[in-house]
């Protein structure tokens, strides 16, 4: 019995952990991946944020890698897309920026688990990543 009861806790711990979990966001180009990490608790602080990490589809890691964490989400308007675009702008201690302009998402999970999907354009530059209105493919899971 007491073997019963373990294995139900455990099984309830690993849904309540995978419950928990926030969905990340990975757009991919020609040239460049953008891919959202969260949680995370990095750089000294106390909270949980989000890591952007924009890279090179085919570059050196050390090299071709940007990271940040100052990004703002907003809605955009007509100047982005009209109604419904979702823009990310993201700056670094570097000098790097982007700004990401996509559609409103569309639900293609089953219901049980989120998987949306969205189109857009990027633009970026950091050291040797460069590029305006790149299109990129999303996917939120």
Same mark, same amino acid.
């Given at each position: 019995? *007491?073997?019963?009861?373990?294995?139900?806790?455990?099984?309830?711990?690993?849904?309540y952990s995978?419950?928990d979990?926030? /969905?990340t966001?990975?757009? /991919?180009?020609? *040239?460049?991946?953008?891919?959202?990490?969260s949680?995370? $608790?990095?750089?000294?602080?106390?909270?949980? +944020? %989000? $890591?952007?990490? $924009?890279? %090179? &589809?085919?570059?050196?890691? %050390?090299s071709y890698?940007?990271y940040?964490?100052?990004?703002e =989400?907003d809605?955009?308007?007509? *100047? @982005?897309?009209g109604a419904?675009?979702?823009?990310?702008?993201? /700056?670094?201690s &570097?000098g790097?920026?982007? +700004?990401l302009?996509?559609?409103?998402?569309q639900?293609?999970?089953?219901?049980t688990v989120?998987h949306?999907?969205? *189109?857009?354009?990027?633009?970026?530059k @950091?050291g040797?990543?460069r590029?305006?209105? =790149?299109?990129?493919?999303?996917v939120? +899971?």
């Open positions: 019995m *007491r073997l019963v009861g373990f294995v139900f806790f455990l099984v309830l711990i690993s849904e995978l419950a979990q926030a /969905a966001l990975t757009c /991919a180009g020609e *040239r460049v991946v953008l891919t959202e990490k949680p995370y $608790l990095g750089e000294d602080s106390r909270y949980s +944020q %989000s $890591l952007f990490v $924009l890279s %090179s &589809k085919d570059g050196d890691e %050390s890698t940007a940040f964490l100052d990004v =989400e809605i955009g308007g007509v *100047r @982005h897309g419904g675009t979702l823009v990310f702008t993201g /700056a670094n &570097k790097g920026s982007f +700004q302009i996509i559609s409103p998402w639900d293609v999970g089953d219901g989120i949306e999907t969205s *189109r857009g354009v990027i633009t970026y @950091h040797p990543l590029g305006k209105s =790149e299109p990129v493919e999303c939120r +899971q």
